[in-house]
Structure formats: structure tokens, C-alpha cells
């Protein structure tokens, strides 16, 4: 085995995996070194989005909306689903069977590709080497004409509430409970809080998610924010806004949380809390000085638009470097560093990044808000259209929420789309697409949409700018 490379890539997430494929396709040598272990303690590929964030919570999502939906909405269909019982131990086994196979994926598309992966952990040294802690106990120091560094972020962890790994636990841990806890916390209503508030509720707990912020999901269109809160809340999530936590401690009957609200000091007890107040860069030990890596003051590994580093060769990608945290944003990355490495010409359109909150109903969207526009002073028109409003979204008993498209008032330009209701996070899709092609509004709004469907939403939104929806009332249009 040689120890020199074309290309180092240190972090086998969604950012790093993804590059190291498109290097070998573009035929460079390429090596993935990674040292995360899965829960059967086997080396496994995939980062936190596989292991332990999107994939297993979206299994859990899934399988805890059957759960709800067999037991409130079939009767009414005519379905009588008596006696269902939960068996979490099965729904937990089925979510790590879905894992293992995803990440056993990698690892065959790193054979068929050519991808070497080196198990173990990865430094930064000078000159584009990297000396690799192999989980066998042995060192090597390999070294590459370019290095990618993917190294992945960590939920950040509270010292008023420091983690018993039991009781007061990550994101992480709250995937592997094989009981409902009959009261759970959880310190953050951002997009971790919301998904997994959804599922343990879903499954029978009575859970309290507890808001520093004021305002609900600050990042999201406010008319959209809204329109979910009143939706979580009758779900039954019981979301306190402007709730900033002060301590946690665990007792023998709970544990015992204060927390500041706008007039006094209040207290919670739960069975169980979760910590879900964001994420930080894994950038601790990535590099030795001798690296001149240049991290920013939150631990932040330095990058340009092209994803270059201070040291020379290097480059990073995903959750380390500036930008949303989201899986798709360090891959499409992990791909543009690749050809450019190969020396092609690839950019990443950092406007059209698409943000989706997989609660249900689905929250997603793309490009800029309201509250945005109006900031920068921008003229523009809005275009709404409520599910209630979609004969498919009828049929399906998915009448929550809406589709709103803001676009520019002079040149009809599509600058943001918003969709609160089910399947929004395939629905913004078309959304991205039509904006990548810089579409107008009346450019969806002239697409003929199959019927019924529940993407004819969107049409309709495009309709409602210029008033001529078809499924609105007249007396409801502007
Ligand atoms: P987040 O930033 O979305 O939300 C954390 C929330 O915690 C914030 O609203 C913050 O105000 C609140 N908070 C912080 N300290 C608090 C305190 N002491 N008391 C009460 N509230 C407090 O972070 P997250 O939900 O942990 O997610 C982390 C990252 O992972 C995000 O960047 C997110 O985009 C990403 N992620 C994305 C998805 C997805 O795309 N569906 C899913 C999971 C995570």
C-alpha cells in the first residue's frame, strides 16, 4: 500500500464520502480516512447523517406516524385498528437495520469506485500530509497532492444541563430509547427539537420543548412559522417561546429544570430531557500547527468561496466551514472541490439551498423570506394557497398548512418559496428547480401540473400572484 495519494479526504460524512466518490469517478487516487464506530462498535462510513441524525430519525419519524395515524385518523377511514401495540424495541432494531444497510452501501461504493478507507483518525501536518491514528493501535503518515477536510459537527452541549448519557441526553442518544418516557423535555424548539419532539410525542409522551428564542423558528418565513406552530401545538407539543433554561439536574424523581420566562422563574420536572441547542464544528486535534489551518473564533475551519483553506491544497467542506449545516449543502460541496481539483469549473449556488424541518406537517423552503425582503427593501408580490384548498390534499386528510411564493414585483422573478403541509420536502423540489433556472412566477404559474396532486399547490400559489387562483374563493383573493 502506497502512502501517496491525489487526494486525502479526513471525515466519511455526507460532505466527505460524496468527494471521495467523485475524486475516484474523475480517476484520482483517493483515500477516506474516518473513525467513527456504529452502534455494533464495526468501523462505519456515513458521519452523523447516517449514523446518528437524518437517517435514523427520519426511520423513526416514519414508523411513529404510522403508529399515530393507525390509531387517530384510520377509524374515521372505515379501518378498524384495534389493539395496536408498540413493540419499541422491534421499531429501534428496524431503524438500525436501515442504517447498517445505507452505511454497508458506502463501503461497497468505495470498493466498486476504487475509494481506499482508512479506519482510524485523521491530523492535518504541513505540506498536505496526514498522519493517520489507525484504530489498530498503529500510525501512518500518508500524504496527497490535495486534501479534503470534512471532519462533521457535534451537538454543542450545555453546562447548565451537562449530559448523564441516561436521563439528560443529545440528539444521538434520544434515537436509541427502546421506552417512551412519559414526560420529556427538551431544551431548544429548533429543527432537532421539532423532529424528535414529533416522534417521542407521537409515540405516547407528553413533551415540553422550551424556546430561548422569542420568536419560533426565527430562520423560517414568519407566515409559515405561524401556520406550523398552531399546527405542533394541536398536535400537542407543548412549545414555550422566549423560555431561555438555567439549570438541569438529574433527581430521583426526574429531572428538575428551571428555566427564565419573560416575568418569573419557573420549573419543569421530566422524566427525561434532551439537549438540542445546535451544533458545533469537529475541528478540535484536526490540525498541528504546523498546518497553519485557520479556524474562526467559534472553531470554524477558514474557507473562501471555493472551499480553499489557509494551508495550500487544503480544502473543507460541510458542517465545518461556513454556511447551513445541512447534509446536502457539504455534499453538493464535497462534489464542487472535486472537479475543481480535477480541474474542472463547479460552483455551489449557496442562494438555493433548500432547509426542510421533517416534522408533520413538513416545513421547507428555499431562497428568501418575507421578513427578508423587507429588510433589504425589495418590491415584491406574494402569491398563497392553502392544502385546505388541493382536492388531492383533501383525499389524502393532509388539509394543514399552505404554499406561498414570494416573487420580485418588477421583473416577477420567483426570489423564495415556502411550503408548510405534507410531503413539502419533495414538493420544494420543483421549487429549487424552477429557480435554478431562474424562473418567474408566471413560468410555473404556464407549467401545466398533473391533477390530482398535491404539487398543483404550488401552481396555484403561482396563480394567486397575479389574483387569478383557481381554488380560491373569490371572495378570498386579494
Ligand atoms: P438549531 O439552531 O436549529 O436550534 C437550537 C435552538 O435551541 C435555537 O432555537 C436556540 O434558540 C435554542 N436554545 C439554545 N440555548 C437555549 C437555552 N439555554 N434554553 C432554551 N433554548 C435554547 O439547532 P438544532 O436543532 O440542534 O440543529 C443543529 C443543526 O443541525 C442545525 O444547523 C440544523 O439545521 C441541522 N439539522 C438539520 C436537520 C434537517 O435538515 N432536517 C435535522 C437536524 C439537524
Not at 469517478?25 to 462510513?45: E, I, Y
Not at 470498493?111 to 482508512?118: F, I, S
Not at 458542517?319 to 455551489?348: N, Q, T, W
Request: glycine share 10%; charged share 20%; with cysteine.
Amino acid at each position: 500500500m502506497s502512502n501517496n495519494y491525489d487526494v486525502i479526504i479526513i471525515g466519511a460524512g455526507p460532505a466527505g464520502y460524496v468527494a471521495a466518490i467523485r475524486c475516484a469517478q474523475l480517476g484520482m487516487k483517493t483515500v477516506c480516512v474516518d473513525n467513527w464506530f456504529g452502534k455494533n462498535g464495526q468501523p462505519a462510513l456515513g458521519g452523523t447523517c447516517l449514523n446518528a441524525g437524518c437517517i435514523p430519525s427520519k426511520a423513526l419519524l416514519e414508523s411513529s406516524h404510522w403508529y399515530e395515524k393507525l390509531q387517530q385518523d384510520a377509524p374515521a377511514l372505515g379501518i378498524a385498528a384495534n389493539g395496536i401495540t408498540l413493540d419499541m424495541a422491534v421499531m429501534i432494531n428496524s431503524k438500525d437495520a436501515i442504517v447498517s444497510d445505507l452505511t454497508q452501501g458506502i463501503a461497497t461504493l468505495f470498493t466498486t469506485n476504487g475509494v481506499e478507507w482508512l479506519q482510524g483518525r485523521g491530523q492535518l501536518l504541513s505540506d498536505r500530509q496526514v498522519q493517520v491514528s489507525l484504530h489498530d493501535g498503529k500510525q501512518q503518515t500518508i500524504t496527497a497532492g490535495h486534501v479534503i477536510l470534512a471532519p462533521g459537527s457535534a451537538p454543542v452541549q450545555l453546562a447548565i444541563a451537562p449530559l448523564d448519557n441516561d436521563r439528560i441526553v443529545d440528539s444521538a442518544a434520544a434515537l436509541d430509547w427502546t421506552e417512551v418516557p412519559g414526560r420529556l423535555g427538551i431544551i431548544g424548539a429548533g429543527v432537532i427539537g421539532l423532529e424528535l419532539g414529533s416522534v417521542w410525542r407521537r409515540l405516547g409522551a407528553e413533551v415540553t420543548l422550551l424556546e430561548a428564542q422569542d420568536v419560533f423558528l426565527s430562520m423560517a418565513d414568519q407566515q409559515i412559522a405561524k401556520s406550523a406552530l398552531k399546527s405542533f401545538r394541536k398536535q400537542g407539543l407543548d412549545i414555550h417561546l422566549g423560555a431561555c433554561v438555567k439549570s438541569a439536574a438529574v433527581m430521583d424523581d426526574g429531572v428538575h429544570i428551571t428555566y427564565e420566562n419573560t416575568d418569573a422563574e419557573k420549573s419543569l420536572t421530566v422524566d427525561r430531557l434532551i439537549v438540542a441547542v445546535g451544533r458545533q464544528p469537529c475541528t478540535e486535534g484536526l490540525a498541528t500547527a504546523e498546518a497553519e489551518l485557520v479556524l474562526d473564533e467559534h472553531g470554524y475551519i477558514h474557507v473562501d468561496e471555493a472551499c480553499c483553506t489557509s494551508a495550500p491544497g487544503v480544502y473543507a467542506v460541510g458542517d465545518a466551514v461556513r454556511g447551513p449545516m445541512l447534509a446536502h449543502k457539504g455534499s453538493e460541496e464535497g462534489i464542487a472541490v472535486a472537479e475543481r481539483i480535477a480541474g474542472h469549473h463547479s460552483e455551489v449556488n449557496y442562494e438555493l439551498i433548500a432547509s426542510v424541518v421533517y416534522t408533520h406537517p413538513e416545513i421547507a423552503w428555499v431562497g428568501r423570506t418575507e421578513e427578508m425582503l423587507k429588510q433589504a427593501g425589495v418590491d415584491y408580490r406574494t402569491g398563497l394557497f392553502p392544502f385546505a384548498a388541493s382536492g388531492r390534499a383533501r383525499a389524502m386528510q393532509e388539509t394543514d398548512g399552505m404554499v406561498k411564493i414570494l416573487s420580485d414585483a418588477v421583473t416577477d422573478r420567483v426570489l423564495g418559496v415556502h411550503i408548510h403541509g405534507a410531503s413539502a420536502s419533495e414538493l420544494i423540489a420543483q421549487a429549487v428547480t424552477a429557480m435554478e433556472f431562474d424562473a418567474s412566477s408566471e413560468d410555473i404559474a404556464r407549467t401545466i401540473f398533473a391533477h390530482p396532486t398535491l404539487s398543483e399547490a404550488l401552481h396555484e400559489a403561482a396563480l394567486a400572484i397575479d389574483n387569478r387562483a383557481i381554488h380560491i374563493a373569490r371572495s378570498r383573493r386579494r
